[in-house]
């Protein structure tokens, strides 16, 4: 029985993830930053623990409660809808050292495991904002755009220890917390010159639109961990699979 870890799964990709791969017979290891045993069912084949990719200690410990695995999902990430003249830096580190150190963190710490079985996958879940140029959301695409090139690039590094690596992209979902978190964020990072665009995001984004569910994440996640010709970036949603077709 193959045993999965993934980050991030209090709510939204994460938890879709964890209990898709529950179904179907998984062992499952879901961390959260403040771990909940209500959100997933009830299985011999679970567990949760705590884990804050942006704490090398709370990383340290996850690694080692969590022992063997064979697949590692790095879910975890915040966002950002901001207008960058009015973004402090102190908020453009917090989205990087989350989205893009905590991913490479968690990564680097469950390396050695991998590599000396010489087997494993590594999956990284993207966005497909890094497809193409959009709104108010410069610093949370860069810090995506990072785990694109930090993905493709490390996968020709571990090729000759037989680990695969695997880019997940998702599109826009309204079944996720991305719009309630960066929203709170989002008052002190629009400053009135760049109300109207904000308000022009916002109306757009109000629009009927293909979109994606939290299910497609999860299937191009359980793809990407048992197809080995699975290709290296997996557009997860239709609207996502069009961008990607653009």
Not at 4 to 30: D, H, K
Not at 180 to 204: G, K
């Given at each position: 029985?193959?045993?999965?870890?993934?980050?991030?799964?209090?709510?939204?990709?994460?938890?879709?993830?964890?209990?898709?791969?529950?179904?179907?017979?998984?062992?499952?290891?879901?961390?959260?930053?403040?771990?909940?045993?209500?959100?997933?069912?009830?299985?011999?084949?679970?567990?949760?623990?705590?884990?804050?990719?942006?704490?090398?200690?709370?990383?340290?410990?996850?690694?080692?409660?969590?022992?063997?695995?064979?697949?590692?999902?790095?879910?975890?990430?915040?966002g950002l809808i901001s207008a960058?003249?009015?973004?402090?830096?102190?908020?453009?580190?917090?989205?990087?050292?989350?989205?893009?150190?905590?991913?490479?963190?968690?990564?680097?710490?469950?390396?050695?495991?991998?590599?000396?079985?010489?087997?494993?996958?590594?999956?990284?879940?993207?966005?497909?904002?890094?497809?193409?140029?959009?709104?108010?959301?410069?610093?949370?695409?860069?810090?995506?755009?990072?785990?694109?090139?930090?993905?493709?690039?490390?996968?020709?590094?571990?090729?000759?220890?037989?680990?695969?690596?695997?880019?997940?992209?998702?599109?826009?979902?309204?079944?996720?917390?991305?719009?309630?978190?960066?929203?709170?964020?989002?008052?002190?990072?629009?400053?009135?010159?760049?109300?109207?665009?904000?308000?022009?995001?916002?109306?757009?984004?109000?629009?009927?639109?293909?979109?994606?569910?939290?299910?497609?994440?999860?299937?191009?996640?359980?793809?990407?961990?048992?197809?080995p010709s699975s290709p290296m970036r997996i557009a997860a949603g239709?609207?996502?699979?069009?961008?990607?077709?653009?």
């Amino acid at each position: 029985m193959k045993t999965v870890l993934i980050t991030g799964c209090s709510s939204g990709y994460g938890l879709e993830t964890a209990r898709y791969f529950l179904e179907r017979e998984w062992q499952v290891i879901a961390t959260m930053r403040t771990p909940r045993e209500d959100v997933l069912p009830p299985s011999a084949r679970l567990r949760v623990l705590p884990l804050d990719v942006t704490d090398s200690q709370s990383i340290r410990r996850a690694v080692e409660a969590a022992g063997p695995i064979d697949a590692l999902v790095n879910n975890a990430g915040i966002g950002l809808i901001s207008a960058f003249e009015s973004t402090p830096l102190d908020m453009v580190r917090e989205i990087f050292e989350t989205n893009t150190i905590g991913t490479m963190a968690v990564v680097q710490a469950f390396l050695p495991q991998f590599r000396e079985r010489k087997s494993g996958v590594i999956i990284n879940v993207s966005s497909t904002v890094t497809l193409r140029p959009l709104l108010l959301l410069s610093v949370y695409t860069a810090s995506k755009a990072a785990i694109n090139a930090f993905t493709e690039s490390l996968a020709l590094e571990l090729e000759p220890f037989d680990i695969r690596v695997r880019l997940v992209l998702p599109g826009r979902s309204s079944e996720t917390n991305f719009g309630a978190n960066a929203r709170p964020r989002m008052q002190s990072t629009v400053s009135e010159p760049y109300t109207p665009l904000a308000q022009n995001l916002f109306a757009r984004m109000s629009q009927p639109a293909p979109f994606t569910r939290l299910q497609d994440v999860a299937e191009a996640v359980w793809q990407a961990a048992n197809d080995p010709s699975s290709p290296m970036r997996i557009a997860a949603g239709e609207d996502a699979l069009a961008l990607a077709n653009a």
